[in-house]
Each structure stands twice: as structure tokens, then as C-alpha cells.
């Protein structure tokens, strides 16, 4: 199941694989700032969480094109080419290259935390090797 070198199956599973492990990571950094935020000396804030659909849409179809991108140039590597060590490099790569460069740079100028940007910063690592293991994996 592959067309001019990409295997949609493995980009269909390397995006759900890091939906999921996005909800994952994030869930468990929420946790501990809503605890670290929580103020214990009046009475406890109720939060409402409101599930509004469209950005977890907009994620997912983000992460398919960030799959889909992946292994197109993980594909562009040759014949035989297309491994979970080629895979894992090719994230890392990208990552260092093109993520976390433009991550820097927008969260400096936004003024956002050291903190945050190290917290998004290891989500979008973890999301790009996810996705490189997993076309790596299927290959061709």
C-alpha cells in the first residue's frame, strides 16, 4: 500500500501513534500544573473541560501531513533505505533542523517560558520519532 515511495499505512498509524502520544504527554503536564497552580487557601477552583473538537481535529490532520512529509523524505533516501534507524535519524534531524529552531525563535520572541519551550519542545521530539520509528518500520 504505497504510492511513489510512501507507504500510507505506516503514515495513517505514525499519525495516530503520536496523536495519542501527544495526549499522553500533555495530560501529564496538565496534571502537574493544575496541581502547582492550584491555590490551597480559599476553596478549590472547579475547572470545566470544555471538549471542543475541532483542535483535536486540526492536530490530527496536522500530524498525517507531518507523516506524510516524514516519509516522503525518509522514501527519498533510496531503495532499501527506508529503516527504523533511518527513521529515528531523519526525525532527529528534522526536529533539531526545522522544530525546534522555529520553536526558539517563536517562543523568544512571544516571550513564552524557558520551561514551555523545553515541554513543547519535547513533545515534537517525541511526535517525530514516534513517526520515524513507525515508517521506518513498515518501510516501503
Sequence with gaps: MSFGGVNY???????????????????????????????EATEPRRRQLHADAVPFIVAFVALLIMAFVLAGAISSLGAGQ??????????????????????????????????ATL????????VLIIQGTVIGWFGL
Design 82 to 115: 527506508v529503516t527504523v534507524r533511518n527513521g529515528i535519524i531523519s526525525a532527529l534531524l528534522a526536529w533539531v533542523g526545522f522544530v525546534m529552531t522555529t520553536l526558539m525563535i517563536n517562543h523568544m520572541v512571544q516571550r513564552v517560558s524557558r520551561i
Design 9 to 39: 499505512l505506516a503514515v495513517l498509524l505514525a499519525a495516530v501513534a503520536s496523536f495519542l502520544f501527544g495526549g499522553a504527554y500533555y495530560s501529564a503536564f496538565s496534571r502537574r500544573s493544575l496541581a502547582e497552580s492550584a491555590d
Design 119 to 126: 515541554v513543547d519542545g519535547g513533545h515534537w521530539l517525541g
